[in-house]
């Protein structure tokens, strides 16, 4: 019975030593399906003076590109991406476009084997971006106002009133408007009537008398 007791020994220490084992990896299958990230380039918090010319992110596996989406947002919220991201392994690059000194957000979502997205953000800021453009000399000076050609109406001015030989006007209502004759017209045409008449009639009795 000696060695037969050795023998279940070992049994028993090969079964505890499989269960062991197997309790072991049981907890690490489901850690295995999320991804994580490990690093970046420029690194989360950095404050950078020069602007890379892509953004790199670094993670625990491979990222599926097919469930990967990856965004660059900068001051006022304008996007930063300057082309699409390219894989290789663990890395993706993404061409990075800068604008505005200031804040920039690089964002993640990873799809994972149990259907959970992993989403993620790197922060860095760059402090020194674009310059402001100056202002178009056409959007601030005011448009020149073209001459008229029209000459400027002036009033008219008001006729002059009539003057007399000694220069004091003489009003237009004085002026005659009646058509007749004169008084003294009529009186000398009366008297050349009479005149006439006794021409005739001392003509005519000298006549008379001859006869």
Avoid: C
């Avoid at 420029?42 to 892509?54: L, S």
């Avoid at 992110?57 to 006022?76: C, E, Q, V, Y």
């Avoid at 009003?171 to 045409?189: K, Q």
Wanted: aromatic share 6%.
């Amino acid at each position: 019975m000696g060695g037969r007791f050795p023998r279940v020994a070992r049994t028993w220490l090969v079964v505890l030593g499989v269960s062991l084992g197997v309790s072991l990896a049981l907890p690490a299958a489901p850690a295995a399906a999320h991804n994580s990230l490990t690093g970046s380039d420029p690194a989360n918090g950095a404050r950078i003076a020069t602007a890379p010319e892509r953004v790199e992110l670094r993670f625990l596996a491979k990222p599926n590109p097919g469930t990967t989406k990856i965004t660059i947002t900068g001051p006022d919220n304008v996007a930063a991406l300057d082309g699409e991201p390219t894989f290789s392994g663990t890395r993706v690059r993404i061409p990075f476009a800068p604008g505005k000194a200031g804040l920039y957000i690089v964002g993640y979502q990873l799809g994972s084997a149990d259907g959970h997205p992993i989403k993620g953000e790197v922060r860095f800021t760059l402090t020194t971006g674009t310059p402001a453009e100056p202002p178009s000399p056409s959007a601030t000076a005011p448009e020149p106002v073209p001459p008229s050609d029209a000459p400027s109406a002036a009033a008219p001015s008001p006729a002059a009133p009539a003057t007399d030989g000694g220069g004091s006007a003489v009003p237009a209502s004085s002026e005659s408007t009646d058509g007749g004759p004169p008084g003294w017209l009529w009186a000398l045409g009366g008297g050349v009537l009479l005149l006439v008449a006794a021409a005739v009639g001392f003509t005519v009795r000298r006549r008379r008398a001859g006869t």
